[in-house]
């Protein structure tokens, strides 16, 4: 079952502009994180940030959670033509008793353009 | 750096016919997963194994079965494929069961005529 949200469901935007993503979930968290997919490929970890906390950052990566709003957002400065690739957000339940599933949205493809 | 192999990156197999995805990971992980992967509808989970032996229904288990008889082996099984089996299946592995890092192999291309 679905439980994050992307929005929007794609975005193109000029290199060196930054990009924000935005991911909404319905249940409480223990922790969020942020995939990667380039076309055709596997999907690879960028970033993991726990319940507890506000704002992560790795690079050109920065992460925030809000979870009185239940939401979470993902910036990419400076963006490149490399960073074109689909973006997904995926949510570990609080309460995860039997299960260790991340739950995943359904993507929002950016497209960079050089 | 951990490794998530799949055997076979593009397969074409005919409807009836019984279909084997392998996946190996390198880093002693504890849970595996099986996940497909289609246009507008996301990530769907198939299948996990938490353990050796051990597996759990995802949300679209039907069609499927899975096979985990050592801990750096999972394979997901398509008894009789049908053409609505065609898509991505991703495999996926994790160490423990408290929402770790999830890390992905390349995918398998699976068409079904």
């Known amino acids: 079952s679905q439980q994050g949200e992307e929005d929007p469901q794609a975005l193109s935007i000029q290199e060196g502009e930054n990009a924000t993503m935005n991911c909404s979930y319905k249940?409480?968290?223990?922790?969020l994180q942020w995939y990667r997919q380039n076309s055709g490929r596997g999907l690879v970890h960028l970033i993991l940030?726990?319940?507890?906390?506000r704002e992560k950052h790795s690079g050109r990566l920065r992460v925030t959670l809000d979870t009185s709003k239940k939401s979470s957002s993902l910036l990419i400065t400076a963006s490149r033509a490399a960073d074109t690739a689909s973006y997904f957000c995926?949510?570990?339940?609080?309460?995860?008793?039997?299960?260790?599933?991340?739950?995943f949205g359904k993507g929002t493809k950016l497209s960079v353009i050089p | 750096d951990v490794k998530v192999t799949q055997s076979s990156r593009y397969l074409v197999k005919r409807t009836g016919e019984k279909v084997f995805l392998e996946c190996v990971q390198d880093?002693?992980?504890?849970?595996m997963f099986w996940y497909r992967q289609d246009p507008g509808l996301g990530l769907r989970l198939i299948y996990f194994?938490?353990?050796?032996?051990?597996?759990e229904k995802g949300d679209i288990p039907e069609g499927y079965s899975v096979s985990r008889e050592k801990k750096e082996r999972f394979s997901l099984i398509l008894e009789s494929a049908s053409t609505n089996q065609t898509s991505m299946y991703l495999c996926?592995?994790?160490?423990?069961?408290?929402?770790?890092?999830?890390?992905f192999g390349e995918g398998s291309w699976l068409t079904v005529v």
């Open positions: 996926a592995s994790s160490l423990s069961k408290a929402g770790n890092t999830i890390y």
């Open positions: 880093m002693d992980h504890e849970n």
């Open positions: 940030i726990r319940s507890n906390e």
């Open positions: 194994s938490y353990d050796v032996k051990m597996k």
């Open positions: 249940t409480s968290i223990n922790n």
């Open positions: 995926a949510t570990f339940p609080y309460s995860g008793a039997g299960s260790y599933q991340l739950t």
